[in-house]
C-alpha cells in the first residue's frame, strides 16, 4: 500500500493554475460550443480549487477575471509569465541588494520585458534599481515558481550573473528604499528567501561558476515531494508581491550604458 501524502496551499495553487490555462488555452482555440462549455466548467472547478488555496481569493470573480482574459488562437495561449534576476558582486566577494518597498532585501529581479532579450533586461533591471552597469556571465538559476512555492501566479525565473562594470550606487525612488553590497557575514534583514538562492549567488561571487540550477522533470503521476517545504505561500522570496521567496536564485531588467537604447522605464513587479 503506498503512503498517503498531504496536499499544502502550494500544490493547490499550482493545480488551480495548471487547470486554468488548459481551460483558456482551449477556449481560445475551439470553436464548438460544447467544448467551450466543458472548459468554462473545467475553469470554475480551477477557480473553486484557487479559492481553497488561498484566502483572498473569491471563486466567481476569479472565474469572470480569467474568463474575460481568454485570447482567439496564438494570442489566447496561455504561458508562464517570466522574471528574470541579477546577482552582482564587487571586488570584495560582497553582493549587490536592494530594500523593496514591501521591506524586504533582495537582488535586483523585474517582470521581463517585450523587446529586449533576457540578458539586456538582467542590465537593465541592475542599472534602473541601482545605478549600477553589469555584464552577464552566465545564467546559474531557471525555475518555476509555482512548483518550488514561490509565486502564486504561473511563472518562470531566470536568475544571471553578471559582472560589475562601474556605476554609482543610487536606489529607484518608486523601486528601492535603499541599494548596497553586503558581504555574506553582513547582510541586512529580512533578506527573502535566502535559504533558497545565497548559496548558489555567493559561488557564483567567488568565482565556483556553478551550473545552472533548475528542478529536474517530476516523474509522471508522482505525489508532491514530501521533501520540500510547501507549508505555506511565502509572498516575497521572489522579489514579487504576488510570489513568493524569489526562489532558486531563483528568483529580474534593461541595459546601463546599453548604447542606442538608453534607460527604459519598466514597471516594478508588485
Same mark, same amino acid.
Request: charged content about 20%; proline content about 9%; hydrophobic content about 40%.
Given at each position: 500500500? @503506498?503512503?498517503?501524502?498531504?496536499? @499544502? ?20 482555440? +475551439? ?26 481569493? &473569491? ?19 496561455? +504561458? ?17 541588494? +536592494?530594500?523593496? +518597498? ?30 549600477? &552597469? ?33 556605476? &554609482? ?102
Amino acid at each position: 500500500m @503506498s503512503e498517503p501524502f498531504s496536499v @499544502s496551499a502550494a500544490d493547490l495553487l499550482r493545480w488551480a493554475e495548471t487547470l486554468s490555462g488548459i481551460a483558456r488555452t482551449g477556449l481560445g482555440f +475551439t470553436e464548438s460550443l460544447y467544448e467551450k462549455e466543458r472548459f468554462e466548467e473545467i475553469l470554475r472547478v480551477a477557480a473553486d480549487v484557487r479559492a481553497a488555496a488561498i484566502d483572498e481569493a &473569491e471563486s466567481d470573480a476569479l472565474f469572470e477575471e480569467w474568463l474575460a482574459s481568454v485570447g482567439s488562437g496564438v494570442s489566447g495561449y496561455v +504561458t508562464p509569465k517570466v522574471a528574470v534576476a541579477a546577482v552582482v558582486g564587487n571586488d570584495d566577494g560582497e553582493i549587490l541588494l +536592494t530594500h523593496r +518597498t514591501d521591506g524586504f532585501w533582495l537582488y535586483p529581479v523585474g517582470w521581463a520585458d517585450v523587446g529586449y532579450s533576457p540578458s539586456e533586461v538582467a542590465v537593465k533591471e541592475v542599472y534602473e534599481e541601482t545605478g549600477m &552597469e553589469v555584464e552577464p556571465v552566465s545564467v546559474i538559476a531557471l525555475v518555476d515558481g509555482l512548483r518550488l512555492g514561490f509565486a502564486r501566479i504561473p511563472l518562470y525565473s531566470i536568475v544571471f550573473h553578471c559582472r560589475l562594470l562601474g556605476g &554609482e550606487l543610487r536606489g529607484h525612488p518608486l523601486e528601492t528604499q535603499d541599494v548596497g553590497f553586503f558581504a555574506r557575514d553582513r547582510l541586512p534583514q529580512p533578506l527573502a528567501g535566502a535559504h533558497r538562492w545565497l548559496d548558489l549567488a555567493f559561488a557564483a561571487i567567488d568565482g565556483v561558476s556553478p551550473p545552472c540550477d533548475f528542478e529536474p522533470p517530476a516523474p509522471p503521476g508522482a505525489p508532491p515531494d514530501p521533501q520540500q517545504p510547501r507549508a505555506s505561500i511565502d509572498h516575497n522570496i521572489c522579489g514579487l508581491s504576488t510570489l513568493v521567496p524569489v526562489a532558486a536564485v531563483g528568483g529580474a531588467p534593461t541595459m546601463g550604458p546599453w548604447g542606442r537604447s538608453g534607460p527604459h522605464r519598466r514597471r516594478a513587479i508588485r
